[in-house]
């Protein structure tokens, strides 16, 4: 199950950075390549933090090949795709709850203790949009947009928990996964943020 999760969390988050690919007018390599670091970059950092090595999406062509055939539909359907509502935030809510999940149970795996668990599902989560952003020029959405991270932390949090306790592990697992699915969408939907950092009059900010 967590191999299944891994890879549905792997195509959706390929989808969401081959679908910003083709808007950035990227060539075929392009888009399947920022499909791929969307799709891989967190679960690789995790990974490396956890020993792991080489990391997972390294070890076999099923990364490869999920991340690829999600930026060929990218780049070949991108018209179709665009059908439904805002899909690069759809896509990524998605990712972003199936990644809180699978990095927290295999951080748990690993022995780590629920909270640093915790706080690994969320950098396994939020790894790939940070990376997908960074390339495409973009701020991070991590670290200005509505609720992200900590939508992240919560479902890993939650998945930590509920091992503690002896819930069972396929149900836990998917209710974390869309608990983060839906307090990521809700923010979205509602403008859900945190305070954005303010500069005193007299203080302009300084400009690189």
């Given at each position: 199950m967590l191999t299944a999760?891994?890879?549905?969390?792997?195509f959706?988050?390929?989808l969401?950075g081959?679908?910003?690919?083709?808007?950035?007018?990227?060539?075929?390599?392009?888009?399947?390549?920022?499909?791929?670091?969307?799709?891989?970059?967190?679960?690789?950092?995790?990974?490396l933090?956890?020993?792991?090595?080489?990391?997972?999406?390294?070890?076999?062509?099923?990364?490869?090949?999920?991340?690829?055939i999600?930026?060929g539909?990218?780049?070949f359907?991108?018209?179709?795709?665009?059908r439904?509502s805002?899909?690069?935030?759809?896509?990524?809510?998605?990712?972003?709850?199936l990644?809180?999940?699978?990095g927290?149970?295999?951080?748990l795996d690993?022995?780590?203790?629920?909270?640093?668990?915790?706080?690994l599902?969320?950098?396994?989560a939020v790894g790939?949009?940070m990376?997908r952003?960074?390339?495409?020029a973009?701020?991070?959405?991590?670290?200005?947009r509505?609720?992200?991270?900590?939508?992240?932390?919560g479902?890993?949090?939650l998945?930590?928990?509920g091992?503690?306790?002896?819930?069972?592990?396929?149900?836990?697992?998917?209710?974390?996964a869309l608990?983060?699915?839906v307090?990521?969408?809700?923010?979205?939907?509602?403008?859900?943020?945190?305070?954005a950092?303010?500069?005193?009059?007299g203080?302009?900010?300084?400009?690189?």
């Open positions: 999760l891994d890879l549905i969390g792997v959706v988050f390929a969401s081959g679908v910003l690919a083709v808007e950035k007018r990227f060539d075929p390599f392009g888009v399947v390549f920022l499909a791929f670091v969307s799709a891989t970059s967190g679960g690789i950092v995790r990974d933090l956890i020993g792991a090595t080489p990391p997972a999406a390294l070890q076999t062509w099923h990364y490869v090949a999920v991340a690829a999600a930026g539909m990218c780049y359907g991108y018209d179709w795709i665009m439904l805002a899909p690069v935030t759809f896509f990524d809510s998605i990712g972003l709850g990644f809180a999940v699978v927290a149970r295999k951080a690993a022995g780590l203790s629920p909270l640093f668990a915790s706080l599902g969320m950098v396994t790939g949009g990376a952003d960074i390339l495409t973009q701020a991070p959405m991590v670290l200005h509505e609720i992200y991270a900590l939508a992240a932390l479902g890993a949090a998945l930590a928990y091992d503690g306790v002896g819930l069972p592990d396929g149900f836990i697992a998917v209710f974390a608990f983060t699915i307090v990521r969408l809700t923010a979205v939907a509602y403008g859900w943020s945190l305070p950092a303010s500069v005193k009059a203080h302009p900010p300084t400009n690189a």
